[in-house]
């Protein structure tokens, strides 16, 4: 079965620092990978999604960016954080195929908290 | 541009009653559709999802949802509500031609079901 993780689960960073999370999935290959936001626990906002190796698709401008340095890796990153980037922020995975209806499977989630 | 609605930021319920949290979409063409569930600072949890044939799918822990193209809404119910089933649920549609497997979410609706 797959297992998806990311850490770490809480975060308190002071605005201006840097930021990088972790998300890994086990159990499957060429995975189509997301990180979204999650604002005041409620709606999600897309940030990143990723098909392949090195290749990331932004939805939304912002001081974040991403990368996927393996197939079942997928890391988010700020050079300074702001006080708006505070929020949860989920990953999630989904089985690659454009034409049938993945779901898609989130991990456990990441609390950032910029002071 | 696909789009999800919500129309109610909360529903209350008595145990033991019928819970329906209603979900309106907008796609230009036929639309896959999906239902979450998210705990307290968790991720989220996938329910069941509408692809194509019958119109009334069933999901997980005696959830269900019945498709209607001509009011386009896939509403989420379940007979008999349970005070474990609060919790905030999200609706999610894909428009068939989106790249990436990518999902659009509604806003979220929270449900409290009393003892």
């Known amino acids: 079965s797959q297992t998806i993780h990311q850490w770490p689960a809480t975060l308190v960073q002071p605005v201006g620092s840097p930021l990088s999370l972790e998300c890994t999935v086990e159990g499957t290959s060429n995975p189509n990978l997301y990180w979204y936001r999650q604002a005041a626990g409620r709606g999600l906002q897309l940030l990143f999604y990723s098909v392949g190796i090195g290749q990331i698709s932004s939805e939304v401008p912002q001081n974040l960016s991403a990368s996927r340095p393996q197939d079942r890796q997928f890391i988010l990153s700020s050079k300074k954080l702001l006080l708006s980037d505070s929020g949860f922020y989920l990953c999630?995975?989904?089985?690659?195929?454009?034409?049938?209806?993945?779901?898609?499977?989130f991990g456990p989630g990441t609390r950032l908290t910029v002071t | 541009a696909q789009s999800v609605a919500q129309p109610e930021d909360q529903v209350n319920v008595a145990e033991g009653n019928p819970l329906t949290v209603k979900c309106t979409y907008s796609?230009?063409?036929?639309?896959?559709l999906f239902w979450y569930v998210q705990y307290p600072n968790r991720g989220l949890q996938f329910l069941l999802k509408y692809i194509t044939g019958d119109n009334l799918v069933k999901g997980s822990y005696g959830f269900e949802a019945e498709f209607n193209k001509s009011q386009t809404s896939f509403h989420l119910k379940k007979p008999s509500a349970l005070v474990s089933d609060s919790a905030l649920y999200f609706c999610a549609v894909r428009d068939r031609l989106a790249a990436g497997n990518k999902l659009t979410f509604g806003g979220g609706t929270r449900v409290l079901v009393k003892p």
């Open positions: 999630a995975w989904s089985f690659r195929g454009p034409q049938i209806p993945y779901e898609q499977y």
């Open positions: 796609v230009s063409g036929n639309p896959y």
